[in-house]
């Protein structure tokens, strides 16, 4: 349900939300992380370098991962729940 909030001359809305963590994962089964010490591909757009963590396999991706996800929480509570 949302919740309004009254700050003054603006009104903030809350909404309920899902929160997800994305991996991106390696053909070996392993998980692709963001290497920091590798630093960013200096193209347009930006490319971040992993490593995946079992076979050090190394790419590059538009995004960091892991990354949060953030979605609107879509629940009706009052729309019948279907099996």
């Known amino acids: 349900m949302a919740q309004i909030i009254e700050t ?4 903030i809305e809350r909404v309920p939300a ?13 998980r692709m992380l963001y290497e920091e ?3 960013t591909l200096a193209i347009w757009p930006p490319q971040f370098t992993h490593k995946c963590n079992i076979c050090g396999k ?3 991706y538009m995004d960091k991962y ?18």
């Open 8 to 11: 003054g001359k603006k009104e």
């Open 18 to 30: 899902k929160v997800f963590i994305e991996y991106r994962n390696c053909s070996c089964g392993g």
């Open 37 to 39: 010490s590798f630093g």
């Open 58 to 60: 190394v790419e590059s």
């Open 66 to 83: 892991p990354k949060t996800v953030i979605e609107e929480d879509t629940y009706d509570p009052l729309k019948p729940v279907l099996d």
